[in-house]
């Protein structure tokens, strides 16, 4: 079970990449299919609901053209 901080985390993190997302005006199903993942996944993953693995989040990032650093960074 995930603690309160956890999923704070994890919410803030999907905010992150679906604005990230958005600013490039993609939506879910292209980034998905950029990303060879399912848009069902890119949707759980930016409303906070599931643990990206940390390669699938390094493959995100790379094709949203971001670093790891800066989606990881707390705000």
């Keep these: 079970m995930?603690?309160?901080?956890?999923?704070?985390?994890?919410r803030a993190l999907?905010?992150?990449l679906r604005e990230q997302r958005q600013a490039r005006g993609w939506t879910?199903?292209?980034l998905a299919e950029k990303c060879k993942l399912h848009r069902t996944f890119i949707g759980s993953v930016?409303?906070?609901?599931r643990n990206i693995s940390i390669l699938?989040?390094?493959h995100m990032t790379?094709?949203?053209r971001?670093?790891?650093?800066?989606v990881l960074a707390e705000q």
């Design 14 to 16: 999907g905010q992150r």
């Design 2 to 10: 995930t603690s309160l901080d956890e999923k704070q985390f994890l």
């Design 62 to 64: 790379r094709v949203l």
């Design 66 to 70: 971001l670093s790891l650093e800066k």
């Design 46 to 49: 930016e409303r906070g609901e």
């Design 56 to 58: 699938n989040l390094r």
């Design 28 to 30: 879910q199903d292209q």
